[in-house]
């Protein structure tokens, strides 16, 4: 498959501190980009995206950056929560004409009390 | 406004059977996607329907299979069920099919083959 998951990385962090979550892409053509949040039992949940074309995006607590020279996308966030504490996935849109989105190995974000 | 919405929560089956699992999307949105997570494998791309269509399918054999009804509703079958088919069965929906439409999950299927 072209999602490869063997140990998931862990970020453990404290209550208050801020987050900063990253990820390699594959595709240079990828254009579109997605952060998503899976907690224990659950379906992904959106938090933010980006465009190819802009190289920062912020939300509420959440701030996306895009580097295309490296292929590196990271996902900020402030002030973490224990309610932040989730397995975290970034997806790419390649070229093309399909919609699939490839998805990163994830990262498991333990947030400590 | 409820969200993408699947069917059955838990679906236990034994090898060679068959599996139907189902999926409604977020009313108004048109394309539903199909993505296995398996443990350890992350998630990966099965298929894409839209507007009734498939329009894409990933790196699976042809046992896996589906449709999308006339209310943009989909059914993912899979057919003679392998022990490796174990997975969570997540459904997407997006707004539309253009390639910019931010895709929303479900809360998934849990196939266990036994």
């Known amino acids: 498959g072209e999602s490869v998951g063997l140990h998931l990385p862990t970020l453990s962090v404290q209550e208050g501190d801020n987050s900063i979550i990253n990820c390699a892409y594959s595709n240079s053509a990828s254009d579109y980009f997605i952060w998503y949040k899976q907690e224990s039992g659950k379906g992904p949940q959106f938090i933010i995206d980006i465009r190819s074309n802009m190289d920062k995006r912020q939300g509420q607590r959440v701030t996306v950056l895009l580097n295309k020279t490296v292929k590196h996308l990271s996902l900020q966030i402030a002030a973490t929560q224990p309610g932040d504490s989730a397995v975290y996935f970034c997806a790419e849109k390649g070229g093309g004409a399909t919609n699939k989105l490839i998805f990163g190995t994830g990262t498991l974000l333990a947030v400590q009390p | 406004e409820a969200g993408v919405t699947q069917s059955p929560t838990h679906l236990i089956k034994t090898r060679g059977q068959q599996a139907t699992l189902r999926c409604s999307p977020i009313?108004?949105?048109?394309?539903v996607y199909w993505y296995q997570q398996a443990l350890g494998l992350g998630l990966q791309f099965l298929l894409w329907?839209?507007?009734?269509?498939?329009?894409n399918r990933g790196n699976f054999p042809p046992r896996f299979s589906g449709r999308q009804f006339p209310n943009y509703s989909s059914e993912l079958n899979v057919n003679a069920l392998e022990l490796e088919d174990s997975a969570l069965y997540l459904c997407?929906?997006?707004?539309?099919?253009?390639?910019?439409?931010?895709?929303?999950f479900g809360p998934g299927t849990r196939l266990l083959v036994l």
């Open positions: 997407a929906s997006s707004l539309s099919g253009l390639r910019m439409e931010t895709q929303y």
């Open positions: 009313s108004g949105h048109t394309s």
């Open positions: 329907y839209d507007e009734g269509e498939e329009r």
